[in-house]
């Protein structure tokens, strides 16, 4: 399957991460991968990121169906900490996970991999803020700017974003 | 030893919440206890709740004595975040776990407990967006104004601080 069949999830949240949320959406568009903006049930319509940038929800979790999607890519900020709270982006985030979706987070993120309760022998990384968390979760946790472990890819920060979507594209393109 | 013979520490970082921080400090002063804000070692000296309000730090943690202090609080919002990156602030709430100090949390404040690695068996409860973080850590999870366990004290929002300074009046002056 090229690229342009290919159809990926990020999600969305008040206080996202401008840059973790912006440049996956950008540059997967750009080689032609198709992009849906997933909110919660109950979350925002515009989200905003922790400066105040809007991103329109496409969906609500509820709305979609995991089984359409070839992954989830979770930005970090704080929307993290809300987005976990919503069972239908928790049944999307499992789904992919094992069925060989693409599951990729970054920074906060791996919280909702944690309540997706995935992360069992997994190797990750993020932001050293949530460790603790990723590894009471079961996960072994490394301080890499990406770590790729079947099809979960995770990264720490903004700074990691270039090395991230070079291994979501390789992921993809695979 | 009454009252006014307790000292205690309440952390304080940026984007804390207003009240959970502000209704224990005027709360705990008013019936002559001695309160110091705690910050971390390379946090804010003034801290800006969500809105902006501001919090003077009193000492830095790596400037205080943690056998000094009768028992620490812990205000949520995203403080904890950062609070739990900061090794002296563990070692002060692990010092009063270990010691029968109060350990009091309200809201998010439960992953500065997770990172302490001071929630094995105990019944606790938060926010229930931690409530995984917490589970994985070891803690029981109950959804409750307020839990007492020992000398922990833990309670979910600010809709819960009538109970949660009533509890922790309480366990001060027993």
Known sequence: MSLEQKKIAVLAEDKYENLEAWYPILRLREAGVEVDIIGRDAGCEVCKSKEGYPLKVDFKAREIDPADYDGVIVPGGYAPDRLRRCQNVLKLVKYQAENNGLVAAICHAGWVLASANILKGKTVT????????????????????????????????????PAFMKAILEFLIS
Not at 135 to 142: I, K, L, M, P, Q
């Open 126 to 161: 993020s932001t050293s803020a949530i460790r603790d968390d990723l590894v009471n979760a079961g996960a072994h946790w490394t301080d890499e700017e990406v770590v790729v472990d079947g099809n979960f890819i995770t990264s720490r920060h903004p700074g990691d974003l």
